[in-house]
């Protein structure tokens, strides 16, 4: 009886601060060749097949190009979850120091928590932390944000976009950035007209707000700012800060490059 013949297979991700995450990955096939998948996460998938020749040549290739080894080999493998295909770690938070923070950080609806998860993005994480390591103010903070229930599978799996749908209060008022805010709120209607009424979920993120351009009214020349805008005003701004008397129910942080932020818990409240 002739060995069984074991198959390679080998994953090979590149990560950038501009969150266009590649991956290239190799699979060995019984006819002396091997088929590629390539392409960015979340986009369109690309084939190739090479003679298995080549096998060690590509990998050195990618490598060189700054790609790692995320696995080696799939047999016997457990199968994926799928938090675990989405490089994502979901666990109840239990540590009462981080809950005493989280509620300080909800202030006086403190006895609305019900619950709260620690998400960690392996992707999402690796992103922002190298982004922030790259800046000259390294300047972090913990912040709120909220979206519609239908859009949570989505956060999970990325950080929000720059889009105003994930804006909060003020829509696109400071631009297509992504919208943060240092106070606690929650919308029952929002949950209300999800089928539960009695509960609703919000997110603390980490966001780099860097050095900060302060905003003292809601003008129309800041209603597209972007990015390039951003630095263009001044190359030192990294986001922009909105003081709670500016017309706004409360202090609120836009940045306008999704590396910017990284999700660090959910929480459960009553609402």
């Known amino acids: ?3 069984i013949q074991t198959l390679r297979t080998m994953k090979l991700m590149m990560m950038t601060a501009e969150n266009n995450n590649k991956y290239y990955e190799m699979r060995e096939k019984e ?13 369109f998938r690309s084939k190739a097949t090479h003679p298995i020749a080549h096998w060690d040549r590509k990998v050195r290739e990618k490598k060189a190009k700054g790609y790692t080894d995320q696995a080696n080999s799939y047999d016997d493998a457990k199968p994926v979850t799928p938090l675990e295909s989405m490089k994502l770690t979901i666990e109840s938070v239990a540590d009462n120091h981080v809950l005493s923070l989280i509620k300080r950080m909800m202030g006086a609806d403190a006895n609305t928590l019900e619950s709260a998860f620690m998400v960690r993005h392996a992707v999402n994480d690796a992103v922002f932390n190298t982004y922030v390591r790259q800046q000259k103010n390294r300047k972090t903070v913990a912040l709120w944000h909220s979206n519609r229930r239908d859009n949570w599978l989505s956060m999970l799996r990325t ?6 749908a994930n804006a909060i209060n003020t829509g696109k008022s400071s631009g297509y950035g992504i919208h943060f805010v240092d106070q606690f709120s929650h919308s029952p209607e929002d949950a209300s007209q999800q089928g539960q009424a009695n509960e609703d979920y919000l997110a603390i993120y980490e966001v780099h707000v860097g050095e900060q351009l302060e905003l003292s009214q809601q003008e129309i020349r ?9 630095k263009y005003k001044d190359t030192q701004y990294d986001s922009v800060f909105v003081r709670q008397r500016s017309g ?12 910017q932020c990284t999700l660090r818990y959910i929480v459960k409240i009553k609402a």
């Open 222 to 230: 800041h209603v597209q700012l972007t990015s390039d805008v951003l």
């Open 248 to 259: 706004l129910q409360k202090n609120e942080f836009i940045v306008y490059n999704p590396a």
């Open 1 to 3: 009886m002739p060995p």
């Open 31 to 43: 006819n002396a060749t091997f088929d590629v998948y390539y392409g960015r996460v979340g986009g």
């Open 159 to 164: 950080n929000p976009t720059l889009s105003p």
